[in-house]
């Protein structure tokens, strides 16, 4: 069965600090792979989208990385801010599955003074 | 520039009552997605069309029906709502398909069945 597993479920850090979120997959075989930001009461925002070729892909203070061999990514994220704190969203695109993607649940950041 | 709307934002509906959510997009996108969001849950797809003119259906169709009105509108319709439909819906946009291209959200429609 295609999963996207995140972790940590949910994460608390001070601002200014640095924080890496998990996102192991089985998606297989996959065309990309994408972080979205969804703040509460808002819809998914995305962040980065990543084909299976591309290593590491940076927007603003976001670096995601890709190991399509481990089928691992990871979200970094640089200097949080208060404006962070979000469910961040891991998301694989099945190839040739007729727009078919699958989310993980999310990771739940909370960025504190 | 709005991207996607839908409307209405929250609903209560009482079991078998039927209702209608609306999405617009104003990118000029060929396809548009219809998800659920559910706690614990990813986001599941319901129904898509992937062109004006069609529609499939997702992981979830039971229980609705959807309509591409045109190519900015596409609406989703629950004829007999059931409890199990209690959830918050998605509307999404992509200029073609989802391999590559980015997909734009709406901002959510919060839908209670009691």
């Known amino acids: 069965k295609n999963q996207v597993e995140q972790s940590p479920q949910s994460l608390i850090i001070l601002e200014g600090k640095n924080c890496t979120l998990q996102?192991?997959?089985?998606?297989?075989?996959?065309?990309?792979l994408r972080w979205y930001k969804q703040d509460t009461g808002r819809g998914p925002v995305s962040l980065t989208i990543?084909?299976?070729?591309?290593n590491t892909k940076s927007n603003g203070r976001y670096t995601a990385t890709l190991d399509a061999d481990t089928k691992q990514s990871s979200l970094h994220i640089t200097a949080s801010q208060l404006s962070d704190s979000a469910s961040y969203i891991c998301v694989v695109t099945l190839t040739g599955g007729g727009n078919k993607l699958t989310f993980g649940t999310g990771t739940q950041l909370k960025v504190e003074l | 520039n709005a991207g996607v709307t839908q409307t209405p934002k929250f609903q209560v509906l009482k079991t078998g009552q039927s209702m209608t959510l609306q999405c617009a997009q104003d990118m000029n996108h060929n396809s548009m997605y219809w998800y659920r969001q559910d706690p614990g849950m990813g986001l599941r797809l319901i129904y898509y069309s992937a062109s004006e003119g069609t529609t499939d259906k997702g992981e979830v169709p039971n229980g609705y029906n959807v309509s591409r009105l045109n190519k900015r509108e596409f609406s989703l319709r629950l004829e007999s709502a059931a409890p199990s439909q209690t959830s918050v819906y998605f509307c999404?946009?992509?200029?073609?398909?989802?391999?590559?291209?980015?997909?734009?959200f709406g901002e959510g429609s919060w839908l209670t069945v009691v």
């Open positions: 990543m084909t299976f070729s591309e």
């Open positions: 999404a946009s992509s200029l073609a398909g989802v391999s590559g291209n980015t997909i734009y």
């Open positions: 996102c192991n997959y089985t998606v297989s075989p996959f065309s990309n």
